[in-house]
């Protein structure tokens, strides 16, 4: 059964730092991989997806790394703003086959970011 | 551009009553889940559908009953409420399978005492 673990649960940082928050899986057949952002009350945005094929995936101040041989990925957030406080979620697809395991995603529990002003 | 629609937002139930929430997509997507997301438990998939008029069991269907009438709805039903089903619920859409990416719904929270 796959997991996915996201260290730390929690981080709090000054505005204007570099951050990486981490996610790793158990089993490296994973199809492919997606950080998501969640604000208090709200639902999930999707930030970046990684196909199993790729090594990574840019969006503006995001940057997603995969390494799937060791089963993690990292999410790079450059020049943090308070506007940045979520919390991250890091969900993981297995290998497509049939049955339920090729449609869902395993979630991580989340990292809680706070960028302090 | 309204994407995923869940009603109600927000929802208390007593012990054996039943309800139904409602997911809506207006984007043709093919695929739509269920989940519930719990206090140190993380998002976990209750059901799902890979098109209309299907429906298929994820990994925490007990209590719950799902139905996917028409493409872009998918409902989620409690026939017996219990407290255990108090929860935060949501609904997420994708194009196809695997490819694109999960759109999600805002949430209904429900309690049920």
């Known amino acids: 059964k796959q997991e996915v673990t996201q260290i730390p649960a929690a981080l709090s940082v000054p505005e204007g730092e570099n951050l990486v928050l981490n996610c790793s899986f158990t089993?490296?057949?994973?199809?492919?991989l997606q950080w998501f952002r969640q604000d208090p009350g709200k639902g999930l945005t999707s930030l970046l997806l990684i196909q199993s094929s790729q090594r990574e995936q840019t969006s503006g101040r995001l940057n997603a790394s995969l390494d799937k041989s060791s089963g993690r990925s990292t999410l790079y957030i450059a020049a943090s703003q308070p506007g940045d406080s979520a919390t991250y979620l890091c969900a993981v697809r297995r290998v497509k086959g049939s049955g339920a395991g090729s449609y869902q995603l395993t979630f991580g529990k989340g990292t809680k970011l706070s960028v302090i002003p | 551009n309204a994407g995923v629609t869940q009603t109600p937002k927000f929802r208390v139930l007593k012990t054996g009553q039943s309800m139904t929430l409602l997911c809506a997509q207006d984007m043709n997507h093919e695929y739509m889940y269920w989940y519930r997301q719990d206090p140190g438990m993380g998002l976990r998939l209750i059901h799902y559908s890979v098109g209309e008029g299907t429906t298929a069991k994820g990994e925490v269907p007990d209590g719950y009953n799902v139905s996917r009438l028409k493409k872009q709805n998918f409902l989620l039903g409690l026939e017996s409420a219990a407290p255990s089903q108090t929860s935060v619920y949501f609904c997420?859409?994708?194009?196809?399978?695997?490819?694109?990416?999960?759109?999600f719904g805002s949430g209904t929270r429900l309690t049920v005492v």
């Open positions: 089993d490296s057949a994973i199809y492919n």
């Open positions: 997420a859409s994708e194009l196809t399978e695997g490819g694109y990416g999960y759109t």
